[in-house]
């Protein structure tokens, strides 16, 4: 029975990555963050109880060094970074590392390729194929999360909630729900997949916090605060789409962003986690609740109590 105890993550600086580590810590795990020997990367940082080694992506030694002795390989590295896995692959097998888990943590991209958004998403795509070309020399899980809802509401009210206007945006008439994962959620998917080897072993898994609509997200946040928040903003799936198209054609990668709510958002897609694709129940990891994850946002940015 394979047994997982020692992890090294790539790329734990950034926006997920803190998340993952946290909960690696907090589940017993001995994890070691790697570095590029190029970051300037320093906020926020690995805690301390964290060893760090710098190490060079672009060198097969740096990377095999690295992994030695890990038993799996968590990358989290950002989209400059996708292409590099590769490499970093190549060298886990060298170093007899057990499990890789790539760095994917949004839309299922399994299901892309026949999407505009797989065009952008073909970096991750391809390290996925690759890890199932090598599958008898290393075992490999994916996992898609959906949107970042705590960090997407933070950032950008998820493109629906306007907070200091007090008003919403929709796409389409806003009642398709869409798949989202709380970056705590990510952190736990990732160690419960870690403490299940044997079930998760060479599967891309389907995760969620819990899946909402645009609709949904404003009446909680109406209900909570006990104001309007009317929608004076209203697109429609298809023109995002195209405009995507338009930005991709002339290299913008802001594309993205057009592509993803389309693909969240369109009236009748159906991409959000049907109960049948979702992996929650196999990895034994609890659902999460809208009104609770938008309280905790509210609290946050100070409009509750
Ligand atoms: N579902 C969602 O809503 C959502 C939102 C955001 C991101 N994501 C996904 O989550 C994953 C992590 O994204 P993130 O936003 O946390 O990433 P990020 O903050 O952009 O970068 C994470 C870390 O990757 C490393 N990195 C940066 N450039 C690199 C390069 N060229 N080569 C290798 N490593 C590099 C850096 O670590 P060092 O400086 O320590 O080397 C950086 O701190 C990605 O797969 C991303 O697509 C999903």
Do not use: C
Request: proline share 3%.
């Amino acid at each position: 029975m394979v047994s997982i105890k020692t992890v090294a993550v790539l790329g734990g600086t950034g926006n997920l990555g803190p998340s993952i580590v946290r909960q690696l810590l907090s589940a017993g795990f001995t994890v070691t963050g790697l570095t590029r020997l190029t970051s300037t990367n320093s906020t926020p940082a690995y805690p301390d109880t964290v060893t760090v080694h710098k190490v060079d992506f672009a060198s097969f030694d740096s990377l095999k060094t690295a992994f030695d002795g890990q038993d799996a390989v968590v990358s989290v590295v950002g989209s400059p970074g996708i292409p590099a896995q590769k490499l970093a692959v190549d060298a886990a097998i060298a170093a007899g590392v057990k499990r890789f888990i790539p760095s994917e943590f949004g839309v299922n991209t399994r299901k892309v390729r026949d999407w505009p958004i797989g065009k952008i998403l073909k970096g991750k795509v391809e390290v996925v194929d690759y890890l199932i070309e090598r599958e008898g020399e290393i075992e490999w899980t994916g996992l898609s999360t959906g949107l970042f809802f705590d960090w997407g509401l933070e950032k950008h009210g998820l493109s629906t909630i306007n907070l200091q206007g007090k008003t919403s945006s929709l796409v389409d008439s806003g009642n398709e729900k869409f798949q989202v994962s709380t970056l705590a959620q990510v952190g736990r998917a990732v160690v419960k997949i870690l403490q299940r080897p044997e079930e998760t072993r060479n599967k891309y898994l389907v995760t969620s916090s819990f899946q909402a609509s645009q609709n949904e997200i404003i009446k909680v946040v109406e209900e909570l605060t006990g104001e309007k928040y009317p929608v004076v903003n209203r697109e429609k799936a298809d023109d995002l789409q195209k405009a995507g198209e338009e930005k991709l054609a002339v290299g913008d990668f802001r594309a993205f962003i057009d592509f993803l709510r389309a693909y969240n958002h369109k009236d009748g897609v159906g991409n959000a986690v049907k109960e049948e694709e979702s992996a929650n129940g196999l990895i034994g990891l609890e659902y999460e609740d809208l009104r609770g994850s938008v309280r905790e946002w509210l609290v946050k940015a100070g409009v509750i109590s």
